[in-house]
Every structure is written in structure tokens, then in C-alpha cells.
């Protein structure tokens, strides 16, 4: 990492209140807003950190969050935790909330507005941030991204979803006519980014969290309107670097989201080559694990040198560039547990309510 401005590497813990809940299908089948779904999350935040203290030991490290305390995790207790790794957190108010009927799923991901808003007013210009989702894993440093930054200003990592899928309720030919309604005409569908990756210098993210509040509030007119908007950040922030012509998807080189799971597997070779992996399936499966390994100070994740053998270490818990044989096994396990789990619920709720 070189010196022209500080380096920070952080993530968000957006928690839904009761009543405020909304629909996250790689999460819990728990209310988002019960301890069960969000303990998820912050097993995620740990992992996501501790990757990124070894891999990234002179990093400014920052977890935002909504909530009033950071709660232990069963036995582990997470603010000492976060505390020894020189993890800040940072306690801010969730103000980007679009109406509960805006859209029926990923509420709490506009919370990235809120982070992107506070790295605008605590960034200097030439500092660099790098804002990921919290089940992402860092298996390699932050320089090539580091460089990037210092390339192109902010860095994009691009889907390549295909024009007629459905993504969030929109295909990409359907935000190509928002496009057109907002002034922005294109010859075709437009790129579409990856919202997990907010890479930038301070000066782009002043940059960028004033184009936000221009495409929120047109969006929440929009709504209001009866008229089609974007459903979600990504979608808003795919608008604001397609505008703002950031289409090189440079990020794409060392980063990816990679899908582990039997229905869904994307993982390849090529992933080792990368220096974060995105997981979106192991929030309760080999992130988990690696949770496991993390809370014991005497474990692999804190004893191998990081770099190669410190990558396959944490492949062989996500499946890259295969599911393997234990891991196969564990995951069906899991899934097996849940099941009953879900099961014994359903029955005693039952019960408490004939009792009732």
C-alpha cells in the first residue's frame, strides 16, 4: 500500500427493526429482524474483517451499523473481537428508507447511501475507500484494487447479466427506458453493476453520494407517481456509473461473486486468481465454519501465511474451485438440522396457540 491517503476497508450491518422487515434470500428463513436472522450477518462481518486484518494489516478497517450495541455471538464477544483487530465501529442512523411498499426485498441495502454519505463527509480527497458487501472474503491484499483507485478514480465490477433477465424485478432493457425517461439514452441495454463493490477515492465518493440523492429523490417521485424506478441500490447505482461513464469494470479482474451452492455453482479455477471472493450461499455454510475457525486464536486462519496457502485454506471451507467431499457432507448436514429445526418451531408455535 503506498501513501497518498489513508486506506479504508469496511462493510455495513443494516438491522431491520420490528416491523420493518424485508425479504434477503440468501440469509435466514428467520424475520430479519430476529436475533437468529441477523446473527447471520454479523458472523459475516467478523470473517469479513479478520480476512481482511490478515490480508490487510494496515488498513483502516470500519464497520457501520444501525444498531445501538454490537452483540456477542453466543460465547464469542464480538466488540472485544472487533476491538483487538482495530476494528472502528462506526454508529449511524438508517435515513435512506424507501416506503415499505417501495419494493418487497433488500430494504436494508440502501444503508450503503448512509456509507457512502459518511466516507463523502469524513474523506479526504485522495484517500482511498472500499466499501464491500459482508459475506465477502479476502483471500489475497487490497493492492491491486489500491492501484485502481489510484488509476481510475472509482472502480466498477460489472455483472454481465444478460439484457432480458430479470434482475430485481427489472431486465436490463426495462432500465434502459428509465434511462430514456431520465434523459440518459443509450444504443443498448445498459451495463450492470455489482453493488457489493464500492471502490473509489474520497474525491468519487463526494462525487457519488450527491448523484445518489439526485436518483433517490427521483425515484421516491417516481413511486409516488405510479411511474417504474429502480427497485434497489444496485439498480441506482448502476444508473449513476453508466451516467457518469465509469464502464470499465476494471474490478472484475480481482474480484468476483461466486455461487457454491448445488443449485447455483459458478466457481471456477480462475477464482484463485482473485483477492475477494463474494459468497452470497456460504452466509450459513462456510462462512459459518470459517466463524468457527476465526473465534479460535490457535486455528489455521490465523497460523498460515497468507497468499496461496492461506487462499486454498479458505476455498476448501466455500467449495472454490469445487465442493468437496467434507464440505458436500456439512452442508447437507446443516440443511438437515434446519430442517428439524424449522419443523419443532412450527410445532410449538402451533401448540402455544391452541393453548392460547
Known amino acids: 500500500m503506498n501513501n497518498s491517503g489513508s486506506v479504508s476497508i469496511v462493510t455495513g450491518m443494516c ?22 436472522f441477523q446473527s447471520v450477518y454479523w458472523r459475516c462481518a467478523v470473517v469479513y474483517f479478520a480476512s481482511s486484518f490478515r490480508n490487510n494489516p494496515k488498513a483502516q478497517h470500519i464497520l457501520f451499523t444501525n444498531a445501538d450495541r454490537t452483540p ?12 483487538k483487530i482495530g476494528v472502528k465501529v462506526v454508529q449511524i442512523p438508517f435515513t435512506y428508507q424507501p416506503p415499505m411498499e417501495y419494493y418487497h426485498a433488500f430494504r436494508s441495502t440502501f444503508f450503503k447511501f448512509d456509507i457512502i454519505k459518511y466516507l463523502k463527509n469524513n474523506s479526504e480527497m485522495g484517500d482511498r475507500c472500499i ?81 445518489v440523492d439526485t436518483i433517490w429523490n ?9 411511474k417504474s424506478k429502480f427497485n434497489t441500490e444496485e439498480q441506482m447505482l448502476s444508473y449513476i456509473y453508466n451516467k457518469l461513464g465509469y464502464g470499465r469494470s476494471t474490478g472484475n479482474a480481482y474480484f468476483n461473486r461466486v455461487w457454491t451452492s448445488p443449485l447455483i455453482y459458478t466457481a471456477t479455477e480462475a477464482d484463485l486468481k482473485m483477492d475477494v471472493w463474494h459468497l452470497p450461499a456460504e452466509k450459513g455454510y ?11 486464536p490457535n486455528s489455521d486462519f490465523w497460523n498460515l501465511p497468507v497468499g496461496e496457502e492461506f487462499a486454498k485454506y479458505v476455498a476448501g471451507y466455500v ?5 468437496n467431499t467434507p464440505k458436500t457432507f456439512l452442508d447437507m448436514f446443516d440443511n438437515r438440522v434446519s430442517g428439524i429445526k424449522r419443523r419443532l418451531s412450527k410445532v410449538t408455535n402451533s ?6
Not at 15 to 36: F, L
Not at 218 to 226: D, F, M, P, T, V
Not at 319 to 323: C, E, H, M, S, V
Request: with cysteine.
Open 15 to 36: 438491522c431491520d427493526e420490528e416491523g420493518q422487515e424485508s425479504k434477503y434470500p440468501q440469509g435466514s428463513d428467520a424475520k430479519s429482524s430476529s436475533e437468529k
Open 319 to 323: 467449495g472454490i474451485p469445487k465442493r
Open 72 to 83: 456477542n455471538i453466543e460465547n464469542f464477544n464480538t466488540a472485544a473481537f472487533f476491538d
Open 218 to 226: 427521483i425515484c421516491l417521485a417516481r413511486y409516488a407517481e405510479g
Open 286 to 296: 462456510g462462512i459459518k465454519r470459517l466463524f468457527a475457525q476465526v473465534a479460535n
Open 131 to 211: 466499501a464491500l458487501d459482508s459475506d465477502c472474503v479476502w483471500i489475497k491484499s487490497a493492492d491491486r484494487m489500491l492501484a485502481d483507485i489510484e488509476k481510475n478514480g472509482l472502480v466498477t465490477y460489472d455483472l454481465y447479466e444478460p439484457d432480458d433477465k430479470k434482475i430485481s424485478g427489472l431486465t436490463r432493457q426495462e432500465m434502459q427506458k428509465i434511462y430514456a425517461d431520465l434523459g440518459y439514452r443509450t444504443d443498448e441495454p445498459p451495463k450492470y453493476f455489482g453493488a457489493e463493490f464500492i471502490v473509489g477515492s474520497g474525491k468519487h465518493m463526494k462525487l457519488l453520494s450527491e448523484e
Open 351 to 356: 401448540l402455544i396457540a391452541s393453548a392460547e
